[in-house]
């Protein structure tokens, strides 16, 4: 069993990651459009991976007998300035989330939820791996500079995510 506390805080995360996969879609749909389609690809198996993350929630919200309400879903931005910008917002949005993963783990433990809080580990983990994986390819982006042929190899390699 969860507290009433926990259910909200779980359901605004469900909220939280279909958001990021719907950002994540939106910045796909913009690198479709400028081309860029290595960068279109990653984006949406983010995307895929984000909704995955809400669906993994869902699942361990019914595993306790909690109750899983959907709420409306933000519109996500739908222009950038620049590829880089592009991978930016996601760092920073990286940062948010795991800001809120970390907020749930706090609660579990004031809470003495131990399964929330085991559950909650998977998240972390995540996180940190999320938020290395993005700042590298910023890092990239910003060695690559003005260097059209080394921006269209990133494209290629990003394409290449599994
Ligand atoms: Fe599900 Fe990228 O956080």
Known sequence: ??????QKALND??????????????????????????????????????????????????????RVSLESIEKPKFEWKSAQEVFEEAYKHELYITDRINKIVDLANSDKDHATNIFM???????VEEVATVLQIIHKFKLIGDNKGALYMLDRELGSRA
Do not use: D, P, R
């Open 1 to 6: 069993m969860i507290s009433e506390k926990m």
């Open 13 to 66: 995360q469900i909220n939280a990651e279909l958001f990021s996969s719907y950002i994540y879609l939106s910045m796909s749909a913009y690198f479709e459009s400028e081309n860029w389609t290595g960068f279109a690809a990653w984006m949406k198996k983010q995307s895929e991976e984000e909704y995955g993350h809400a669906m993994k929630i869902y699942k361990y919200v019914c595993e306790v007998a909690g």
């Open 121 to 127: 580990n998977w998240f972390v983990t995540e996180q």
